[in-house]
């Protein structure tokens, strides 16, 4: 088992996503219970199924200046960027300790492919990209190298892409960072949109529902794709500046471990998934019963929430509460660690744990940990679990500031 | 801020760089390399029927973790894992796109789970049995350099052994318009934090500011054809290995980041 950590200070986040732009007004429609799921209605990508779309990125491209990362997936890092004052906060960072002194991590499993499909729809007469999309934006740094530009960083910076557990394992790679001394903060974060790759992609697999997904009911039938975009600001916690001392959370734990199963399923008594919480439970330096919450992951594909329901119910005591947000947000794929990260550190900060939106009769496989109905309760500690294709688990631990 | 590991295992791959042992001459500059244009990798770690749907990025990444572990003498499942990749497998991504500009419903399932960046990684993890953690990136034009620097750091952080493995493939169809890679390329090594078994100890910093060592040059011949590969950035600390010299270099991190390493000769 690995060493516990000294714990990291969040000094700033921010999330974007289907159900709300910035973390008010997410906290609002998980409050209201109010989801982003809808109609598939991109033009280019007919497929008959509900989504998780973030609206107006048609009609909003970036500025001139980063005119040529132009793609939707940078669209919506732009506009996650500009939420809860981000930017400002990041660049104030920057100037702060010195543009090399800052990493850059982000998640992302997409990417900008969803610009590549649209340059291959828009061939030119000889089978040839069209001169306009001759640009940096086809790769899967895309993103990286977008959100370096807009910050204007030097240090570190890489794109994570392991599926769906991107946008976690970020953060495991900014504590390794920042413990040497390498940095002395990082912004971590996750963008991915909808594009054809992953609507056709998971249809092909039989895993996309026609209606909004419902996440460990027995009736679910697939997930629902979503979009969106997040950053976090991580600082060591010990002798820390005024903003460090002011941040009300912490992380204080990650586990990365890997199936060693099937590519494109879980294990079927959720192995992988099981040593991640374990590893990030030591690293926090507590055990299951320190956890108050747990934001799964959740997807309500038959598979996953079957394995994952059992894990819950098997290590974690009756008290620990546990839901699925993706009925607000959709999957939201390489983001998805870092906007449940956001709705965990909502949770623990407001006092207003989210339940299942979309969960009618919980399947016989969950225990009472897993959540209907949201619950105003005062919590401490919290994971966030994230697996992806490959096998590829991760899971984090958050604290109030205080309870770190 | 320097960080010390051990390079305990070597594996490579290109059609003219067949195998780190099989390397040794041209690496040295004893031999010409003699490209064999049809020659793939031959990743024996995999079962046959395995072999066969393997995309190429599974093969070229397999190959060289496999080498590097094997020179190491360690077993596969004990490692952690860093695969890096500027582009992943561009003949999935073309055929990816390509498809849903025609027929969208007749995507393959295969294709799309072997089209996500972590598949060498989950490929390689399946096929020893590895149940700790592994991650996959991309840092662009910078891949080798910043994901080498990534896998030590995680050796050093664990404290424990970790495989790292870059490949990057040829371009084809349309990309080819927008990706300059033509000639495939992979690199593997297995990096320790710790000295007792032996092998080149390698320190390595990042440094923003322009780096006092100059940009290692390539050797002129292997250049000439795997300059196109972000991962045949690996070639001066390649160069380095086989002559078993003690050298410093530096290779480009980022737009304006440096890492520059120390490399020593090997020792038992």
Known sequence: MPARIPPLAITAYTATCAAARGLDALFEAVRERRGGLDENDLADHPLPC????????????????????????????????????????????????????????????????????????????????APEQRRAVHQPHSLGLFVQDVLGLDGPCLSIATACSSSAKVFASAERLLRAGIVDAAIVGGVDTLCGSVLYGFNSLGLVAPQACRPFDIARCGLSLGEAAGFAILERAEGGNALVNKSTSCLVGYGESSDAHHMSAPHPQGLGAQLAIEDALARAGIGPADVDYINLHGTATPQNDAVEAALIARLFAATTLASSTKGWTGHTLGAAGIVEAALTLLALERGLVPGTLNLETPDPVCGPQIMIDNRERTIGVALSNSFGFGGNNCCLAFARAQAA | MSIDVVIEGIGLWSPLLPGWKASQDVLNGRAEPVADAGA?????????????????????????????????????????????????????????????????????????????????????????????????????????????????????????????????????????????????????????????????????????????????????????????????????????????????????????????????????
């Open chain 1, 50 to 129: 509900f989504i998780g779309r973030v609206d107006g990125l048609e009609e909003m491209p970036l500025p001139a200046a980063f005119a040529q990362h132009d793609a939707r997936n940078n669209r919506l890092a732009w506009l996650g960027l500009n939420q809860d004052g981000f930017l400002d906060t990041a660049r104030a960072l920057r100037d702060r300790y010195g543009a090399d002194r800052v990493a850059l991590v982000l998640g992302t499993s997409t990417s900008s492919i969803g610009e590549t499909e649209t340059a291959y729809r828009h061939l030119d007469a000889d089978g040839r990209f």
């Open chain 2, 40 to 268: 793939r990798p031959a990743a024996s770690l995999l079962a046959p029927a395995e072999r066969r749907r393997a995309p190429d990025s599974v093969l070229l990444a397999l190959e060289v973790a496999q080498q590097a572990a094997e020179m190491a003498a360690r077993e596969g499942h004990t490692l952690r894992g860093v695969f890096a990749s500027d582009h992943g497998d561009l003949s999935i991504n073309d055929y990816l796109c390509a498809t849903l500009a025609q027929a969208p419903e007749q995507l393959s399932p295969t294709k799309f789970h072997n089209s996500v960046h972590n598949a060498p990684a989950g490929y390689w993890t399946i096929a020893t049995g590895c149940k700790a953690g592994t991650t996959a990136l991309s840092a662009g034009d910078y891949t080798f350099a910043a994901g080498l620097f990534e896998a030590a750091l995680l050796a050093r952080s664990e404290d424990a052994p970790v495989l790292f493995a870059a490949c990057d493939l040829p371009a084809s169809g349309p990309l080819t318009d927008v990706v300059s890679c033509r000639t495939p390329f992979a690199v593997a090594l297995v990096l320790s934090p710790r000295r007792d078994r032996g092998g080149a100890a390698l320190r390595l910093a990042a440094r923003a500011r322009s780096p006092t060592l100059t940009l290692a040059p390539e050797p002129a011949l292997l250049h000439a054809v795997c300059s196109d590969n972000p991962v045949a950035r690996s070639l001066p600390l390649l160069v380095a290995l086989a002559r078993g010299e003690r050298r410093a270099l530096a290779l480009q991190a980022g737009p304006r980041l440096y890492l520059e390493l120390e490399v020593s000769p090997w020792s038992n």
